[in-house]
């Protein structure tokens, strides 16, 4: 299985950006993804899971700013972030079974 993420970009405080995840495998919809970010010289955060069910977890730091979604015939889970804060500012990972993406950055800044 490989995992490739995108959507990563420069955004401005309070502004919303839009990851994907996209499988090479049909693991959507039926294995939990999860969705981690990594600060250099902090230790990998996990931010979200999603399981088979759709039914999502979300640290306690991006709870009501940041959602999942999946689209398994496209093999995608979606990580939808608003109200972004220059804290969210992060190498964000999807990840599966210890599989990592290459990771796509993100930077909130004015």
């Known amino acids: 299985v490989q995992l490739v993420e995108s959507g990563g970009g420069l955004v401005q405080p309070g502004g919303s950006l839009r990851l994907s995840c996209v499988a090479s495998?049909?693991?959507?919809?039926?294995?939990?993804i999860a969705w981690f970010r990594e600060v250099p010289g902090k230790a990998r955060e996990m931010v979200g899971t999603i399981d088979s069910d759709g039914n999502a977890v979300y640290a306690d730091s991006v709870k009501g700013r940041f959602a999942l979604s999946r689209d398994n015939l496209y093999r995608t889970v979606y990580l939808q972030m608003n109200s972004l804060k220059p804290e969210d500012t992060a190498v964000y990972y999807c990840?599966?079974?210890?599989?990592w993406g290459q990771g796509t950055q993100v930077t909130v800044s004015s």
């Open positions: 990840e599966y079974a210890g599989i």
């Open positions: 495998e049909r693991i959507v919809g039926i294995h939990v």
